[in-house]
C-alpha cells in the first residue's frame, strides 16, 4: 500500500471516530439547535465526547487541507 493510501486510510478513520463520538454523545439528545441549550442538556462525559468528537473532525479536515495545499505546490 502506497504511503498516499495508508493517510487517506487514516483519515478517513479520524473522520468516521469524530462522526461516531459525536452521534454517540448526542444520543439521548432530546433536541439539537441551539448550540447552547444542547450544550445545557449534555452531562460531562458528554460533553467531552462531543468535543472530542468535533476537534477529530476539524483535526482530519485540516490536515487533508495542509496536505492537498502542499502537494499542490511542489
Partial sequence: MTPEKKRRI???GMFLSG???CLD???DAK???PPDAVWEELRNPNRL???AGI???VVSFATSLVHSRNATRG
Avoid: P, T
Wanted: aromatic share 16%; charged share 10%; glycine share 12%.
Fill in 10 to 12: 487514516a483519515m478517513a
Fill in 19 to 21: 462522526v461516531i463520538g
Fill in 25 to 27: 454523545a448526542l444520543r
Fill in 31 to 33: 433536541f439539537f439547535w
Fill in 49 to 51: 465526547k462531543l468535543g
Fill in 55 to 57: 476537534a477529530l473532525i
